[in-house]
Structure formats: C-alpha cells, structure tokens
C-alpha cells in the first residue's frame, strides 16, 4: 500500500501517517518526491485495509500495490531509478556496457582483456573470480586471487569492476573490490545472498535464473530493497528452451515487460543469452533496440584457449566492430552509449 500525502502537507500529519502505519503493526517507509510525499507500507504479505489512513488528515489517496512485489514495482516509484557504478558510469541514462571474460584466468589474460574492452569504449569491466559452475570438476575461478587481479585492472584502465558474489561468506571479500556485485542466474533465489547484498548496499545486478518467471526475478530484487539497498540492475540473460541450438531462449521481451513493471534499470546478456559467439552481436543490437539500459557481453583475448565460456566469448576486434554499431542503433532511437570512464569530453566553457 502506498499513501500519496496532499501537496503542502505538514510534517506532524506526515508523522501521524507513519505512527499509524507502524500501529497496525507494519513498517513505514517515506518517500519525500518534488511535488508532494508518499509513505510506502511494508511488511505485509497480503492486502491491508486503508480505509482508516486514507481518512487522516493530510492524505491524499491510498493506492493498493496489486502486485506481490512492491518497492520494485512502477506503482510504488514511477520515475525511473539510476545506479551508478563510477564516475559517469550510471545505468537508466545512457547505454552502459559491461564486457570482459568470463573468468579472470590470470594477470595477462584480464589485463589484455581489460585494456580491449576500454579501447572499444566499453564503460565497466566484467570478469568472474567465483564461477558458478555446471559442473564441480570445471575451472571454479581464481577466487581470491581473481579479485586482486581485477583490483589491478581496474587500477589500469579505470574501468569500474563487475564480478560475482555466490554466497554470504564471498559476498564481504567481493564487496571490498566489485564496483558492482553479479548474482548469477543459479543464485537469483539463494534468499539469505540477497538479503546480506540488501545490507551491505553495494550497486547489485541480478541476473534472472534460468527458470524464473519475470514476477520470481522482481520479487528476488524485492529482498534487495526491503533490506535497504536500492541499487539493483535487473539481467535478462535467457531462460531455458528446448532447441539445443542454442544455450538458452534469450528473451527479450522481458525487457520492455520489466520496464513496464519495474522502475529499475534492465541489461541484458547476449551471451549467456545465446552461448554462441555468432549470434551474440545480432542479439546485442536487437537489445539495444528493445529498450535495454544497458548490455554485458563476454569478450576475450583468446576465446579458444578461455578456461570457461569460450565458445560465447567475442574476439576484442569483433567487440570493438559490435560497439560502433551499438553506438548506430542506440542514435537512431535517440539514445547514446556511455563512453568509458575519463574519456568523455571534457567542457572547458
Ligand atoms: C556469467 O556471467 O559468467 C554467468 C555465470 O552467468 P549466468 O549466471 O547468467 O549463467
Ligand atoms: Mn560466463
């Protein structure tokens, strides 16, 4: 339930709102807005009776959030949430396009990968110290060692850094280096990782698990919000098919769906998306076109010695070929691509 205040209401009504809403046994949250307040209830798993709050003085309307999920949803926020990651690094404006390899594989490896991607005008840099893998007999990742070496290529390039988190224990070591911390599709539901990424407030992009309805994906970036952390990045990142063809059913129309549903910002992953190198590039463009804030692509210096995901990575040249047309579609809807952080030019006026 949301409580929309009236334009002008003073802040003894505003408080008298929030006791009553704390009353009936729920928690307030406000939402001071340029033209008027509202007051957020949460902590209910069902509909709750307005009727006495929408009578108190002050109060403006009383609109029921009709979806399970609230503080993600357009009804509770209307505008548009940006995240930002670095300097003028910032989804739910311009383009912003994460690319590195799958996994940090060693110092050369993520340092050439990292210096490509920039070259490309890539704005952050991906790259999995902790791999969820399939398999417990593939390349699990460098863990901390990995993290040092994105620590470095962060130090090199600028680029801010987007790596994953796979539990609780990971998710304090991730968060002293990511500038953003990946759950990976296996863990959109692994609540308790969600809610310590809830606290420890860092920016989040959460990919949607490989069977998860849009409604399973919004209500795991819910526990993320109702810890307190409004920093979320929503991933489409394709759900399971049964064409073999491809690794998974890239499904874009989540995109423009979950914009509609949702005030957070939406990438997607053609990649992961796909699984195959040829189709990553058409995919990417057709994302940008839907509406995507932003893309996270795998890219490597040497796809076919890549310790995982090799068959999906982007050879740098093919990387830096695919920018320059997203930078094409992305104008003719009006939009641009963020460029990489201290590149932009700068305004001497
Ligand atoms: C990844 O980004 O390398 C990855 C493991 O992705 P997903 O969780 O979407 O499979
Ligand atoms: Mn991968």
New binding site residues.
Partial sequence: MLVVMQHGATQAQIDAVCSAITEMGYTPVPMPGEQRTAIGLVGNDREVDGTGIGGMAGVAQVIYVTKPFKQVSREWKAESTTVTIGPGVTFGRDLVVIAGP?SVESEQQILTAARAVRAAGASALRG?AYKPRSSPYSFQGLGADGLKLLALARRETGLPIVTEAMDDEGAQRVAEVADMIQVGARNMQNYSLLRTLGRLGKPVLLKRGMAATITDLLLSAEYILAEGNPHVVLCERGVRGFDAATRNLFDLTAVPLIKGMSHLPVVADP??GTGVRSLVAPMARAAVAAGADGLII?VHPTPERAL??GAQSLFPEQFSALMAELRKVAEALGRAVTPSPGTAPVDLG
């Fill in positions: 799958c999995g990649s992961h795998e995982s995901d």
